[in-house]
């Protein structure tokens, strides 16, 4: 693993060195590697829980906002699901020689587009301690070597999980350079690893909008950029009410501070009066602040809801406060989604397959819903076992970053002589 002595760019040559013996590693050598990693984390849990208490004590007296302290918070049930899906992505099919087409040509060539690992894959992100494991196993499986830096306010616990995964590579007899945490280090550091050309293939920031315009400005590697997610649900007027309302309160209230929460509530005026009370309540009451357009508080009753500003409609809250708009048409709903939304994940309530396809087909994001919780837009939740975060971009890669996202193709032609006249 890195060392503090060690420089940004003496860490990225040794991930390249290891990423070429990686790309010939066979399944079976990863998968072990990676079970063994598994074991080695159930084993730890009480000394990783000790380091994860520093870093969440010193996050409270930095100030850490209660959905970042939420990210950083390790727990038994944590630890165990953190397990559970390394040994979830050692169970999938390896991507790496995957022939996504194959074809042969009239002069006998025989043609075949496989998958390859990327080669080294950086990823930045703040907060989450369990994005060290997902990120380094996922890039393992996949054949690329990974560096991973993350946010000072998780460095107990990153350290103590980068040395789990230095152990299970010595124990698979796998380069050290295949996994590097580069710890310590501020806003150079990271125009480093962005501008590590050569070294570093693609480089995955993981984080705020502040993170991500930090990269925008220095990157000089490919960025795949695991995006900001403001989500919307939209209850039609031929929607069942009491399904909207379970739907809408579950991507709200259910984990608050990720990135596939929604944000904003949008109804239709035809709705608005026999839904919105009730539901706000039972929003309110699990501590939501609402805010909101004029109908929407003609609409809410006994409920508090505050004005919504321009600036609420475009904001994601990482947190218990919701946007809530009552609009007058579906193509309202669309262009509102797709005027103010990041392209994460959107979700549409309805009792017609008609209305549903128009607004999947018309809202451009990365996953879209009809009749169910935007909160399903992860990974393991897809059944592509863990992921490194959710591209909202539209090259390359665009969802859950999974393994087969972690990869690229060539071609390999193979003849018996063949010459081009």
Request: some cysteine; proline content about 2%.
């Amino acid at each position: 693993m890195a060392t503090a002595a060690k420089t940004v760019e003496q860490t990225c040559r040794e991930a390249k060195d290891a990423s070429h013996l990686l790309a010939r590693a066979s399944r079976d050598e990863k998968d072990a590697c990676l079970r063994d990693l598994a074991d080695r984390i159930e084993a730890s849990v009480e000394p990783l829980l000790e380091a994860n208490r520093g870093d969440v004590e010193a996050g409270r007296e930095q100030g850490l906002n209660a959905a970042l302290i939420d990210r950083l918070t390790l727990t038994e049930l944590r630890i165990t699901e953190m397990a559970k899906g390394v040994r979830e992505i050692a169970d999938l099919d390896d991507p790496v020689g995957e022939v996504v087409a194959g074809w042969t040509l009239e002069n006998g060539l025989e043609v075949a587009k496989k998958r390859v690992p990327i080669g080294v894959v950086a990823v930045v992100y703040e907060a989450r301690p369990n994005v060290t494991i997902d990120a380094a196993a996922l890039c393992l499986k996949s054949g690329n070597a990974a560096v991973l830096r993350g946010s000072s306010s998780a460095e107990s616990s990153n350290a103590f999980l980068a040395g789990l995964i230095a152990d299970a590579l010595a124990a698979a007899e796998l380069p050290a350079g295949s996994v590097s945490l580069v710890a310590g280090g501020g806003h150079e550091q990271l125009e480093e690893l962005a501008t590590a050309e050569g070294l570093v293939d693609l480089i995955i920031p993981r984080g705020g909008e502040g993170l991500k315009n930090a990269l925008k400005e220095v990157a000089k590697v490919p960025v795949m950029y695991a995006a900001a997610g403001n989500c919307h649900v939209y209850v039609h007027q031929d929607a069942d009410l009491e399904m909207a309302e379970r739907v809408a309160y579950n991507a709200k209230v259910q984990r608050p501070g990720v990135c596939n929460a929604a944000e904003t509530l949008l109804v239709h005026r035809d709705v608005a009066e026999e839904l919105l009370p009730s539901l706000l309540a039972k929003l309110s009451g699990a501590g939501v602040e609402l805010v909101g357009d004029e109908r929407t508080r003609e609409a809410a009753g006994s409920v508090t809801v505050g004005e919504a500003t321009a600036e609420d409609w475009d904001t994601e809250y990482h947190g218990l406060k919701m946007a809530v708009g009552v609009v007058d048409s579906l193509d309202d709903a669309i262009d509102h989604v797709n005027r103010h939304g990041t392209g994460h994940s959107d979700a549409i309530l309805t009792g017609s397959r008609e209305v549903g396809d128009e607004f999947t087909d018309a809202v451009d994001s990365a996953a879209v819903y009809v009749n169910a919780s935007t909160r399903f837009t992860d990974g393991y939740e897809f059944g592509m076992g863990a992921e490194i975060g959710n591209s909202t971009q539209k090259l390359h890669a665009r969802g859950p970053i999974g393994l087969r996202e972690l990869t690229t193709t060539k071609y390999v032609v193979h003849g018996d002589g063949q010459i081009r006249e």
